[in-house]
């Protein structure tokens, strides 16, 4: 059960980022940012590597 709560726990956020991102939306000043898909990956990455250190840090990995 642990294992499924890490899974979704990481996966969850970057679900929701990437479906915000994919919507069709005009004004969003970041779309035409020279570095904002990078920046949206170092995001991801980061988010994945922070939950990651946290369960590890708890002991659940």
């Known amino acids: 059960?642990?294992?499924l709560t890490v899974f979704a726990s990481i996966f969850i956020p970057l679900?929701?980022?990437a479906g915000v991102y994919g919507m069709n939306f005009e004004y969003?000043?970041?779309l035409k940012w020279r570095w904002?898909?990078?920046?949206?990956?170092?995001i991801f990455?980061?988010?994945t590597v922070?939950?990651?250190?946290f369960f590890k840090k708890k002991k659940w990995l």
């Open 1 to 3: 059960m642990k294992i």
């Open 15 to 17: 679900t929701f980022i």
């Open 28 to 30: 969003m000043p970041e």
């Open 36 to 42: 904002g898909y990078p920046a949206l990956w170092a």
């Open 45 to 47: 990455i980061g988010v």
């Open 50 to 53: 922070f939950l990651l250190r």
